[in-house]
């Protein structure tokens, strides 16, 4: 996530689509991820298919687009998180 981080405060990488690929399937690291500027955020294992449409996806979105549908991701895992 600090790598992540810091890709985000450059300004060569700042826009740069990023999709998170982990173990951790917790609510909570899914929002840490996407707090730490990930574009989506997927848990392994998973479907290679899902991987390239999230990737056409994301690429296809401008950033602020992409920043948008972060703001709507977190806020769905936020209320997921809270009601556990």
């Known amino acids: ?4 981080r810091g890709l985000r405060e450059a300004d060569g990488t700042r826009e740069l689509p990023v999709i998170v690929i982990s173990g951790r399937d917790r609510a909570e ?3 840490a991820g996407l707090e730490a500027g990930a574009d989506a955020y997927l848990v392994k294992p998973f479907d290679p298919f899902l991987f390239l449409e999230t990737a056409w996806e994301i690429t296809a979105m401008s950033p602020g687009q992409r920043a948008d549908a972060r703001t709507k991701e977190l806020a769905r895992l936020r209320a997921l998180a809270s009601s556990r």
């Open 29 to 31: 690291d899914q929002i």
């Open 1 to 4: 996530l600090a790598i992540l």
